[in-house]
Nanobody, 114 residues
Framework: QVQLVESGGDLVQPGGSLRLSCAAS????????MSWHRQAPGKQREFVAA???????NYGDPVKGRFTISRDNTSNTVYLQMNNLKPEDTAIYYC????????WGQGTQVTVSS
């Protein structure tokens, strides 16, 4: 059974930083591409960042230059380092991968507010 568990969400002031983690189980992690997505209230879920099994990363336009995705294949964990956070980054952040179908985590809440 594939499971993704996100953590690290919090309330942070504008300009602040957070690091999200996503721990994966039930997959051969080193073979899987991983990604982060987010959903703000009243909006559709949107792509944030992705990383291939060999470490190539790409980002959605709203977060380029501020967010960094990385992975640790020894601990089966993918990270999202978020810097210079803005109120519009407020959302539930979800981890995603694919194994015989889409696999989503339960999400972690990020709130950016003064």
């Amino acid at each position: 059974q594939v499971q993704l568990v996100e953590s690290g969400g919090d309330l942070v002031q504008p300009g602040g930083s957070l690091r999200l983690s996503c721990a994966a189980s039930g997959i051969i992690f080193s073979r899987n591409a991983m990604s982060w997505h987010r959903q703000a209230p009243g909006k559709q879920r949107e792509f944030v960042a992705a990383i291939t099994n060999n470490g190539f990363a790409n980002y959605g336009d709203p977060v380029k230059g501020r967010f960094t995705i990385s992975r640790d294949n020894t601990s089966n964990t993918v990270y999202l380092q978020m810097n210079n956070l803005k109120p519009e980054d407020t959302a539930i952040y979800y981890c995603y991968t694919y194994k015989f179908g889409a696999v989503w985590g339960q999400g972690t809440q990020v709130t950016v507010s003064s």
